[in-house]
Every structure is written in C-alpha cells, then in structure tokens.
C-alpha cells in the first residue's frame, strides 16, 4: 500500500462513488484507502487514514465539500484537495480556489485522466481540467477595441483575479507560479496603468471587460 498515493474519495452518490472506485482499483499507483459521503465523515476519515489526495464532491448534504476543504485547512491538515464536480462554473471554481483546494475537475473525466490529476496535485502542482480553464478565463482578455491596453495576457489573467479579491497565494495557486511572481506582476500592473489601488484595479478590470 506504501507504494502508490494514498487517496480519499468522497461523494454522496452510491453509484458515483462505485464508479470511481472501479476505475482507481485498476490502477496501481493509486491505493483508496477510504470513503465517504459528506464533509462530516470525510473529515473523520481523513483524521483516520492520512492520505495524501482526496477527491471531494462539492454538493453533499450536511456539510458540502467546500466547506470541508476550508475546514481542513484550517486544522492544518496536510492533504491535497481534488475537486470532481459536475459544476462548470466560474463562482464554483472561485469558490473551490478561495476554499484551498488545489484542483477541479469535471465528473466525467476519463479514468486516465483523472490519474493524470491526482499524480499532479500530490507532487505539489495545481490540476484545472480544460474546461473548468476555460470557463474562469473565458473573459479575461481586454476587447481589442482596447487598443491602447498595455498588458500582456498573463497580466490581464493576474488582474481579472486581484479584481475578483484573490490573494497573492490563492492567484498563484491557480496560475501555477511563486507569490513573488504574483507580486511582481501586481506591481507591473499598477506601474503600467498608473492605478495604485485594489478599488482603482476593480474599476478598470470592469470597465475593461475583465470581470462581469
């Protein structure tokens, strides 16, 4: 058991929850160590078999998934938190973002794919399924009628977040890069629009069609 990465997986749904079961017993780098079908008892089985990822359904009863992800954090608990979700939204994925997870991924990935983002997460990267990217930056870039926008687009991404009250560590979680690297670019921003506050950045990132 040692050998492979030690999951949790955690749905409300029997049939859910069997399925990715099936499709992760095939594999021999991932070892299920647990289960459960809300943050309740995802929270007590996590404290009892210490894995290292666990894949978390974001809608359950009692206690939903996110609010079991910010209650991990805040215990200190050192596991990765993989989101599988049917929800392909941009306030869920915030939401999952702001709560610490450090992945989302659409409950219909393929089997090889869902190995793909487990192995990542535990290795201390960030995993966002193409369509969950897609759908947070779907309005990021400037409209071109913009013309005198001086931004490159991974200012324009690292601006459509500060916009939206990320932090530097919650934006370079998503990005994939240093907080050092989300500060320097805060303040390349700020040099190069001349704006040097949050609300001055709020503003413009609207007015700007970088946020709704």
């Keep these: 058991m040692s050998d492979g990465i030690n999951i949790v997986i955690v749905d409300d749904h029997q049939v859910v929850l069997d399925g990715f079961l099936a499709r992760l ?14 943050g309740v008892e995802a929270l007590e089985v996590i ?11 974001i809608s359950m009863p009692i206690m939903n998934g996110i609010e079991a992800t910010q209650q991990l954090q805040e215990d200190g608990t050192n596991v990765k938190v993989l989101m599988l979700t049917m929800h392909d939204n941009r306030e869920y994925i915030m939401k999952v973002m702001q709560a610490g997870a450090v992945g989302y991924m659409l ?12 192995k990542t ?6 995993y966002f399924c193409e369509s969950s990217t897609q759908t ?12 005198n926008n001086p931004l490159s687009r991974r200012e324009e991404s690292v601006l459509k977040l500060i916009a939206q009250g990320m932090s530097n560590k919650a934006i ?5 890069i240093s907080c050092r690297t989300v500060e320097t670019h805060r303040q390349n921003i700020k040099h190069k ?9 709020a503003k413009y990132a609207l007015a700007n069609g970088l946020v709704d």
């Design 136 to 147: 947070l930056f779907s309005q990021q870039v400037i409209p071109n009628s913009f013309s």
């Design 25 to 38: 017993e095939k594999e021999p780098e991932i070892n299920v160590v647990g289960t459960a079908s809300n």
């Design 47 to 57: 404290k009892h078999t210490s894995p290292e990822v666990v894949l978390m359904d």
């Design 121 to 126: 997460v535990q290795s201390g990267s960030t």
């Design 193 to 201: 629009l001349d704006i040097h506050s949050i609300a001055g950045l």
């Design 107 to 118: 409950k219909d990935v393929s089997a090889d794919n869902m190995v793909q983002a487990i």
């Design 172 to 176: 370079g979680k998503l990005l994939n």
